[in-house]
């Protein structure tokens, strides 16, 4: 399985230019608690690989999936190639490296 890495700065740019929809995989109170400002919350406890494929395809934007620090994300990978979708960007670091870098948060 291919897992591409996308890093911080990509991520900024691509939600400040509407390119990349950040799909945020952590459960919902880590959601709640603080997220990058722009993702979406999708935990991995409850993936539905149709859910998912209607939000992508709703959305039009190119899918990377973000968590805590970057290790769910590759479950997220593999769960969604093993549902047919062709996904594979995640970002490395996700939130422990976009807050730690002093990037603004949403509660």
């Known amino acids: 399985m291919t897992v591409v890495d996308v890093d911080r700065e990509a991520v900024k740019r691509g939600l ?12 919902e109170q880590e959601f709640a608690s603080g997220h990058i400002p722009g993702s979406v919350s999708y935990p991995l406890s409850t993936f539905d690989p149709a859910t998912l494929r209607a939000l992508i395809e709703a ?16 479950h997220a ?21 976009w807050y730690g870098s002093g990037e603004p948060i949403e509660r």
């Open 77 to 97: 990978i593999s769960a969604a190639r093993q549902a047919g979708l062709d996904l594979n960007e995640h970002y490395r670091g996700s939130f422990k490296d």
């Open 59 to 74: 959305d039009g934007r190119r899918p990377v999936f973000s968590c805590a620090s970057g290790v769910r994300t590759v």
């Open 16 to 27: 400040a230019d509407g390119s990349i929809l950040l799909i945020d995989v952590r459960e």
